[in-house]
T-cell receptor
Framework: DTGVSQDPRHKITKRGQNVTFRCDPISEHNRLYWYRQTLGQGPEFLTYFQNEAQLEKSRLLSDRFSAERPKGSFSTLEIQRTEQGDSAMYLC????????????FGPGTRLTVT | RKEVEQDPGPFNVPEGATVAFNCTYSNSASQSFFWYRQDCRKEPKLLMSVYSSGNEDGRFTAQLNRASQYISLLIRDSKLSDSATYLCVVNEGGFQKLVFGTGTRLLVSP
């Protein structure tokens, strides 16, 4: 399977704990995006990487959130001191930057904060 | 005003029906436009890009009106498997982040 992969698929954590998610993009894609989706809403943009450089961050990305893409391949999204409001589906997408910038999504990590 | 607005539905149609979804966007600088399909608790999947000249892919036809900032999706001969949420998506240029509508839910019944 050469699509976008994410790990873990599900995460249940207690409020105040730290969590880290991983995304592996499609191998030839140099652009990587993180989005968050809550029930009944469309995904909302969080942050964007081109190769290893983080070029844009949403206002949604509070100081508790940090993302990295150290070698321009996989990316991690860490949430520190989780809150119940962080419960959501965290989606990763990748793009080659061609073909009208089409983005392809991974299966997501569903986070539940208790 | 939301950046991308869609009727949330649900649209309940019988198999074989034709159904149309509409969407408006607020940012006139938007550069690329898409329809994504999302099944319950799954990731969004790209259905089709939308071009100014309009484009068709089998039973699906997408139209873009830049002057009115309006996008549409037409599904002909609906199948049970078309039941899903259809997300209208706009790419706002710059770093190409996608802005999603809340989605329109389609239920196709036998």
């Amino acid at each position: 399977d050469t699509g976008v992969s994410q790990d873990p698929r599900h995460k249940i954590t207690k409020r105040g704990q730290n969590v880290t998610f991983r995304c592996d993009p499609i191998s030839e894609h140099n652009r990587l995006y993180w989005y968050r989706q809550t029930l009944g809403q469309g995904p909302e943009f969080l942050t964007y990487f081109q190769n290893e450089a983080q070029l844009e961050k949403s206002r949604l990305l509070s100081d508790r959130f940090s993302a990295e893409r150290p070698k321009g391949s996989f990316s991690t999204l860490e949430i520190q001191r989780t809150e119940q409001g962080d419960s959501a589906m965290y989606l990763c997408a990748s793009s080659s930057g061609q073909i009208s910038y089409e983005q392809y999504f991974g299966p997501g990590t569903r986070l539940t904060v208790t | 005003r939301k950046e991308v607005e869609q009727d949330p539905g649900p649209f309940n149609v019988p198999e074989g029906a034709t159904v149309a979804f509409n969407c408006t966007y607020s940012n006139s600088a938007s550069q690329s436009f898409f329809w994504y399909r999302q099944d319950c608790r799954k990731e969004p999947k790209l259905l089709m890009s939308v071009y100014s000249s309009g484009n068709e892919d089998g039973r699906f036809t997408a139209q873009l009106n830049r002057a009115s900032q309006y996008i549409s999706l037409l599904i002909r001969d609906s199948k049970l498997s078309d039941s899903a949420t259809y997300l209208c998506v706009v790419n706002e240029g710059g770093f190409q982040k996608l802005v999603f509508g809340t989605g329109t839910r389609l239920l196709v019944s036998p």
